[in-house]
């Protein structure tokens, strides 16, 4: 197997081709102490030690450092992973150590989101913020129901009873004002149920 190009990839790192094809990344010291130089020859057990140890065990400790800083979904973590230009296997064999230890859950994940944001957000624009950070539907769903169940009143239609506070809203409203006001709050992302509900509320009864 040949090293056929060495190309940059950032003031530290450089992507390795072997026999034609992308291989990895390795840092410049790295490619100093494994002797790899274009145009000659990578050893069996170099590229072995490579491949199966420093990369995976750096792509182990890029997820975790990623994770410190901040929670990620399974998605997001695996974009994050590609980005440094590490194969779908390890990438995968990654994402299944993090599960193993529930460093990388989801299903808390969801939890966690859906209920700090069940008052200040609709559960629509909530479903749709988890399923572009790649949380499946099913999962939203189940926990929306159980978080909603645990709250004494609805809280989608406390939160849009609030926002027609702030608009000033009145039972006697013109009909043009209803519609507008509707509108709003539709594109806030309130279901019609909620919306009817909090305005044909007692507070604000004429």
Sequence with gaps: MIVSGIEPFDNKRSKIFIDGEFAFVLY??????????????????VLNEITNEVIPKRAKKRAMNLLQKRDYTEYKLTEKLREGLYSDEIIADTIEFLKSYHYLDDERYADDYIRYHLNDKSRSRIRQDLIQKGIRSEIIDRILEEAVSDENEDPEIRLATELLVKKHFTGDASYEDKQK??????RKGFSADAIHK????????T
């Design 198 to 205: 909090a305005m044909s509320s007692d507070r604000f009864a």
């Design 28 to 45: 410049k010291g790295e490619i100093r102490d494994y002797h790899i130089r274009a145009g000659e020859e990578i050893s069996s057990p």
């Design 181 to 186: 006001i509707m509108a709003f709050l539709y």
